[in-house]
T-cell receptor, first 112, second 114 residues
């Protein structure tokens, strides 16, 4: 059973466009929602994360929007660049252990 | 700091063989994790450890074993390799706890079982 559901599986965006990836969860005990970025042949790396006491977090061109009542959160990449082409994973965890449950990933391709 | 290092980078095993995937971190993290990544399936937790001498099963532990004798090292043992264990394996570490749980990943080991 997939604890975190992620869509779309793949996404193609033109340079300068907005990339949007969505995730949904069921377990209301989750209290930490990170996004990881993975380039081919590399391990995932933390991109941005949010806790459920805020509805939005922005870091540069990357924004997480969080809707606690709908149990959904999304990643928005503004002004998408070819260098953003990677696989993006959403995840969720709960205190105190903090083990992560990952979505299945979205392969983003940004065309120049 | 090297972060999280994994060896080997690639390995081909025959069915029934065994091997150990090595993982070392130099960040003095208490928590360590092993994941496997299969195409289109995300990352699945195999085993994790919250400190030396303490390990527990994740979502997909069958066919694997771990040990944690030191803070730095967290090897993953495959006994009687099967084709279903063909995957990319990632080790990760974190400080753990409730406040901040960024996991730092190693570069991965690509394993093929034939």
């Amino acid at each position: 059973q997939q604890q975190v559901k992620q869509s779309p599986q793949s996404l193609i965006v033109q340079k300068g466009g907005i990339s949007i990836i969505n995730c949904a969860y069921e377990n209301t005990a989750f209290d930490y929602f990170p996004w990881y970025q993975q380039f081919p042949g590399k391990g995932p790396a933390l991109l941005i994360a949010i806790r459920p006491d805020v509805s939005e977090k922005k870091e540069g061109r990357f924004t997480i929007s969080f809707n606690k009542s709908a149990k959904q959160f999304s990643l928005h990449i503004m002004d998408s660049q070819p260098g953003d082409s990677a696989t993006y994973f959403c995840a969720a965890s709960m205190s105190p252990l903090g083990r992560l449950y990952f979505g299945r990933g979205t392969q983003l391709t940004v065309w120049p | 700091n090297a972060g999280v290092t994994q060896t080997p980078k690639f390995r081909i095993l025959k069915i029934g063989q065994s091997m150990t995937l090595q993982c070392t971190q130099d960040m003095n993290h208490n928590y360590m994790y092993w994941y496997r990544q299969d195409p289109g399936m995300g990352l699945k937790l195999i085993y994790y450890s919250v400190g030396a001498g303490i390990t527990d099963k994740g979502e997909v532990p069958n066919g694997y074993n771990v040990s944690r004798s030191t803070t730095e090292d967290f090897p993953l043992r495959l006994e009687l390799a099967a084709p279903s264990q063909t995957s990319v394996y990632f080790c990760a570490s974190s400080y753990g706890g409730t406040l901040y749980n960024e996991q730092f990943f190693g570069p991965g080991t690509r394993l093929t079982v034939l």
